[in-house]
């Protein structure tokens, strides 16, 4: 028997996802559906192939590791890796026919003497451009020198042009605005080259819902080819909050979310008032009490920050994380939860009788993100998909 800890993905869940994300933004964009980091913890190639079947033209990753994970498994969609690629994985990426972002004049010499190698022409390429985020991408002061490396590298060709705004949660965002006029001034710049790519993109999850400019360009940009738009955590069932100076609401995609994650009860004791609970004695009990422990812990993703804050979900009921989270098991308070058992099941995200815990529910108690919750919940945590 396996250990009684597990994740339960809902690949029906993905794919109406994705479908409502196609819907809203056509016929204006495609969606490129974000697979990164092991698809936010969902599994990389079981999302990616679910997807695929769902109509997907266009799958992004963050390095070329992950990209060659996915043609390895039979992946025939357009990948985009979006981080771009280490020094000497040129070959990689053109014998797998990865899509990669380029910023600089040695990801282009590099790509064009791996295309000459492989007998590749005009090998599909993304320019980056940093319209405000400082993080990666060439700046638009550095564009007229790339672009002389774009002429020379004679096995390439500029197929898009994208950037990545920082801000698209904040409605009203200033910066959200200077960065599409950034953007622009790019494509206006490129233009003067004589240079059109024949695809766009810049619009995340926030970016497609909040700040439609992102995906649907003005018209001194001219016809294009193809605009994608990135959805990442909105594929998975989550949204960032909006947020907006003005307090204006936001309509959000009715997306579900995909993952949800259980454990069991392994032990049950009862203890009386005074008890400390777990490393440190962390938590010592006021009254009697019926503490349950739960075959989960940091080691499995559950971040140490729930300790004596978080809660589960216990036959519909919600109860308390008591005492340190451990690496492998956590302890709950279940004195009020008549019936209780070993070997019951517990929700840590998920819906029990109608009740329901989410992933942001535990960002906002570990001061984090959605993202990161589900990224966490580690490898040994097995994946069951339906």
Known sequence: MSRPTWA????????????????????????????????????????????????????????????????????????????GMWQGEGEAVVEHNLTPAVWSAEHLAELNRAAEKLGKKAFPVHLEVDTGMARQGVPLSGLPKLLEATRRAKSLCLEGM????????????????????????????????????????????????????????????????EVLV????????????FVSGSGDPVRELPVTPVLSWKTRIIDLRKVAAGQGIGYSRAYVTKAPATIATLAVGYGDGLSRRLSSRGRVLLRGEFAPIVGNVSMDVTTIDVSTIAGAEVGDEVVLIGEQAGRRLTACDMARLTGSIPYEVLCNVSKRVPRQYS
């Open 230 to 241: 990135r959805p990442g955590i909105c594929l998975y069932g989550y949204f960032l909050p």
């Open 8 to 83: 339960e993905v809902s690949l029906s869940a993905l794919r109406h996802n994705f479908g409502l994300i196609r819907d809203f933004v056509a016929p204006h964009a495609t969606v490129c559906a974000v697979v990164k980091c092991d698809a936010y913890g969902h599994g990389a190639v079981p999302c990616a192939q679910s997807l695929e079947e769902a109509g997907a033209k266009w799958l992004g990753v963050t390095s070329t590791e992950e990209g060659v994970e996915l043609r390895r498994a039979g992946m025939r969609a357009r990948i985009l890796l979006m981080s």
């Open 162 to 225: 994208h950037s990545h705004l920082a801000s698209a949660e904040v409605v009203d965002a200033a910066d959200v605005q200077e960065q599409l006029a950034a953007y622009e001034r790019a494509l206006a710049q490129l233009a003067a080259d004589g240079v059109r790519p024949a695809c766009l993109h810049i619009a995340n999850s926030a970016g497609l819902v909040a700040h439609m400019r992102s995906w649907r360009f003005s018209s001194q940009i001219g016809n294009v080819p």
